[in-house]
């Protein structure tokens, strides 16, 4: 690595494992999804890492479905992390693996650590197993079957497996010091029973490993050398190598567990249990609504999978736990779809404007560029006429005076289009304001001899009889207050209550507002679904993936400032 100022702490390692010849300078990691949720933007600090590292030392990835609990796991959810990983960018190549291709060996290595008197089959309940563990401050008590022989540990393991027992009256457990300060590595459970059909293996299997025995052998098995999880895990590290203790690599060389910081975000959640929730209670529309932290939100929001890596490299990788601010990965957003957002003129809240000198029947093409960033976009054609949509909040009819919008006496230029001078405007008997009239200076358009005449307003508008209905649906962040997580248990241990009763009370009411009655100019039909728009002066949008021509629906993905902390601080 030439670049040392910014190598984070895990190149570090690699570098010494490279130094040392510990993998015979190979770097090979995985991703481990369990399959039983969709990918959240904390799985993308996770896939960033993993596959990012490999990639900068010219190692490998593997994606590994960690399915050791078939329960709660479906292939729909396999389907839709392989698309997640790839959206993101990354690719597996042939390396698409399941810790379920591994019961087999996992089940040979249990017979082995049983051999080698390391393992024992349990017949206390699991109440009994939890009341035998002791505390952090008492030591734990042995389990009186503790010491059977290895010959009956082997015939009782073979029975468990043949389906003799019924869910809970057996286990395996490792045996290693009911005494250790470490309660991880107190005879821990390395195989339970559950009688249930698993999404890959059917009813082959009544026996199932768990993650501390599944984790480090499937690494193991994939020669995989830099073992990556999240923070919670580095009491786990030292049952990962008992684990693997008597593991034989044909080149001596075990996986290392490194564990990094998880990803936490301001006025989000990203537990898979709790979106869960949201889901199945109809909080939200589903896994993919827009304003979930999931990947698949995102991507229908209008994030692209660059202004996540954005966001990831910003915050980079640690090992102590941190709250990071929604507003950074906001402006990651902003930052990325500046270059890459098609300009579009779009109403949300309309009101007439009448040009009341242009002659009636008159149309003109005019030219909007599509991307003043980005000189290769081109631009596209827009139609002006005598009656437009403009945002009535862009006309006020007693302004202050820095008012540099549509205001009696006073001129603005419309985008890509003339100069005009307002004239006044027409109120019903509520006194709302119906139509504002001006007047255009023809000489002021583009390759006119005024074209250049300055003036301090620029308004965005569509022209009535060219434009098209959409619905707008403007989103905001899920969670009203700071630290959700924090918040929904402190008030579920006060109330005593369910979670979705506690999300309800700082759920934010207004993360969706839908308008349906707004005008978009024709060409923003013309794109695809899920295109990148930055509607002038009003936001960053894209298509909603469900959008047709007789229904146009398009989300905003994000504000063109941040405007939270102005309104709710
Ligand atoms: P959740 O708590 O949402 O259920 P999980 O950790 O159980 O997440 P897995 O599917 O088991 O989800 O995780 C796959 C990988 O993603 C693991 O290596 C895990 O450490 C990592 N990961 C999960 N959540 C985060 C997060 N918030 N930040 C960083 N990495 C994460
Ligand atoms: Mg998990």
């Given at each position: 690595m030439d670049n040392e100022t910014t190598k984070n702490f895990i190149e570090t390692i690699i570098d010494e494992d490279n130094e040392k010849n510990t993998y015979g300078k190979r770097v090979h990691t995985r991703f481990p999804p369990e399959p039983n949720g969709y990918l959240h933007l904390g799985h993308a600090k996770s896939i960033c890492l993993n596959f990012g590292i490999a990639k900068k030392y010219g190692g490998l990835t593997n994606l590994r479905f960690d399915d050791t609990n078939p329960s709660k796991e479906n292939t729909e959810y396999v389907d839709s992390?392989?698309?997640?990983?790839?959206?993101?960018?990354?690719?597996?190549?042939?390396?698409?693996?399941?810790?379920?291709?591994?019961?087999?060996?996992?089940?040979?290595?249990?017979?082995?650590?049983?051999?080698?008197?390391?393992?024992?089959?349990?017949?206390?309940?699991?109440?009994?197993?939890?009341?035998?563990?002791?505390?952090?401050?008492?030591?734990?008590k042995e389990s009186p079957y503790r010491n059977r022989s290895v010959e009956e540990n082997l015939k009782l393991f073979e029975e468990m497996k043949d389906g003799k027992y019924a869910d809970g009256e057996k286990v395996l457990r490792a045996k290693i010091d009911m005494a250790s300060p470490n309660l991880n590595m107190r005879d821990p459970i390395l195989y339970r029973i559950v009688h249930a059909d698993h999404h890959r293996t059917g009813s082959k299997w009544c026996i199932y490993p768990m993650y501390d025995l599944a984790h480090p052998v499937s690494d193991a098995i994939e020669r995989i050398t830099h073992s990556i999880c999240t923070l919670e895990f580095e009491a786990h590290r030292p049952l990962y190598n008992w684990v693997l203790e008597d593991w034989e690599d044909p080149e001596g060389q075990k996986p290392r567990q490194i564990e990094f910081a998880r990803l936490n975000v301001t006025n989000m959640i990203t537990s898979k249990r709790k979106l869960r929730t949201l889901v199945e209670k109809?909080?939200?529309?589903?896994?993919?609504?827009p304003r979930m932290p999931t990947i698949c939100g995102f991507r229908r929001r209008g994030y692209s999978p660059e202004s996540i890596h954005k966001f990831i490299d910003k915050i980079g990788y640690t090992t102590y736990d941190a709250l990071n601010d929604i507003a950074l990965l906001e402006s990651s957003v902003r930052d990325d779809l500046n270059s890459r957002a098609t300009r579009v003129s779009a109403v949300i809240n309309p009101v007439k404007l009448i040009i009341t000198n242009y002659p009636e029947g008159q149309v003109e093409e005019l030219e909007a560029i599509n991307n003043p960033e980005d000189p290769e976009a081109g631009s596209h054609m827009i139609e002006f006429s005598r009656e437009l949509w403009m945002e009535r909040e862009d006309f006020m009819e007693d302004a202050p005076k820095k008012y540099f919008r549509m205001t009696p006496g006073q001129e603005v230029r419309l985008k890509n289009a003339y100069i005009v001078k307002c004239t006044g405007c027409k109120k019903d008997e509520n006194g709302i304001i119906t139509e504002v009239y001006c007047e255009y200076d023809a000489n002021t358009r583009s390759g006119m001899p005024d074209a250049n005449r300055k003036v301090k307003g620029t308004l965005h508008w569509v022209s009535c009889n060219h434009c098209l209905q959409a619905e707008v649906r403007l989103y905001?962040?899920?969670?009203?207050?700071?630290?959700?997580?924090?918040?929904?248990?402190?008030?579920?241990?006060?109330?005593?209550?369910?979670?979705?009763?506690?999300?309800?009370?700082?759920?934010?009411?207004?993360?969706?507002?839908?308008l349906p009655n707004c005008y978009i100019e024709k060409f923003a039909?013309?794109?695809?679904?899920?295109?990148?728009?930055?509607?002038?002066?009003?936001?960053?949008?894209?298509?909603?993936?469900d959008s047709t021509p007789e229904k146009l629906v398009f989300n905003r993905t994000v504000g063109l400032k941040d405007t939270w902390g102005k309104i709710n601080k």
């Open positions: 992390i392989k698309r997640d990983v790839k959206w993101l960018g990354f690719d597996w190549d042939d390396r698409m693996f399941y810790a379920s291709d591994y019961f087999d060996k996992l089940y040979e290595y249990a017979k082995k650590l049983i051999t080698l008197g390391k393992a024992y089959v349990d017949d206390l309940s699991g109440d009994e197993i939890r009341a035998y563990r002791g505390t952090f401050n008492e030591p734990g109809g909080i939200v529309s589903g896994w993919d609504d905001d962040r899920l969670w009203k207050v700071e630290n959700p997580r924090d918040e929904l248990a402190a008030i579920r241990e006060a109330k005593n209550c369910e979670a979705l009763e506690a999300m309800k009370e700082i759920i934010n009411p207004d993360s969706l507002k839908v039909a013309t794109l695809p679904v899920l295109s990148y728009l930055q509607f002038q002066r009003i936001g960053y949008f894209n298509i909603d993936k």
